[in-house]
């Protein structure tokens, strides 16, 4: 075991990676914690709010995500300093992933259904970071030959088709296979082949006038949504609570 950390984790100079990876889906466990806590009324939590305002923990994040960058910046790879930094960082970025609906929204979306971004945002994250941890390089360099890393057209080449896989992903409305892609080509591939979402620019551009393909586009989308939907929203509920149910809209009086 020792043997094996050393020279997967300590050598590679993967500590701070994995002490970040830590502190970010750990932060991000104790903070959902404690938001449904608050939620329920249960506890001693209380929602900060000097003079009225509201503070969310993104603000914090903010400024523990900022220090704790640069200070890795400035400590390199090795050392004490680079895993503290590197646990600031992950506690930062975990207060500010968890609340990543709200900046985009620009709204207080936490326990809406919009605000089930925020915890597919953290998966996805944490998963990439495990991915980078277990030796995949951004792109699939890593499984480019030792003759082919020694030649520069070999890995500019390699670069440039991924990423064309991976844009092709992304313009078919396949946002998580574009972005695992980035990491596993083959991912970005079957994105790249497939059909295109109904609403992706894609569809909207190449099948416009091949009603066959965008049928089909359709009824494969309703087919997958309908298979996974239930699925999903049981994952996020586990992980992230069950947002607000919105009461349906009063009837017309006659």
Do not use: C
Not at 96 to 114: C, G, M, P, R
Not at 209 to 237: E, I, N, T
């Amino acid at each position: 075991m020792g043997h094996w950390w050393h020279e997967n984790i300590t050598e590679p100079g993967k500590l701070p990676l994995l002490l970040a990876l830590a502190a970010f889906v750990l932060t991000f466990a104790i903070t959902r914690t404690v938001t449904r806590m608050i939620r329920a009324g249960k506890g001693p939590f209380r929602d900060i709010t000097p003079g009225g305002v509201h503070i969310h923990h993104v603000v914090p994040g903010v400024v523990l995500s900022v220090t704790g960058g640069f200070g890795a910046v400035a400590s390199g790879r090795q050392g004490v300093a680079a895993g503290i930094f590197a646990v600031v960082f992950g506690v930062g970025a975990g207060l500010v992933l968890d609340e990543f609906a709200l900046i985009l929204h620009l709204d207080d979306v936490y326990w809406t259904e919009e605000g089930r971004q925020s915890v597919e945002v953290v998966v996805l994250t944490a998963a990439l970071v495990l991915l980078v941890l277990a030796g995949f390089s951004p792109l699939g360099v890593d499984d480019v030959s030792d003759e082919e890393q020694q030649s520069r057209f070999g890995v500019i080449t390699t670069y440039a088709v991924n990423f064309g896989f991976v844009l092709i992903s992304l313009f078919k409305g396949k946002t998580r296979m574009a972005v695992l892609g980035t990491l596993v080509p083959v991912v970005a591939l079957v994105g790249a082949l497939r059909l295109a979402r109904p609403t992706s620019p894609w569809a909207r551009r190449f099948y416009r006038h091949r009603h066959r393909a965008r049928s089909r586009a359709m009824l494969r989308a309703y087919h997958h949504d309908v298979r996974w939907a239930g699925p999903r929203r049981k994952f996020q509920d586990l992980i992230g609570g069950a947002p607000d149910r919105v009461p349906p809209p009063p009837a017309p009086r006659p």
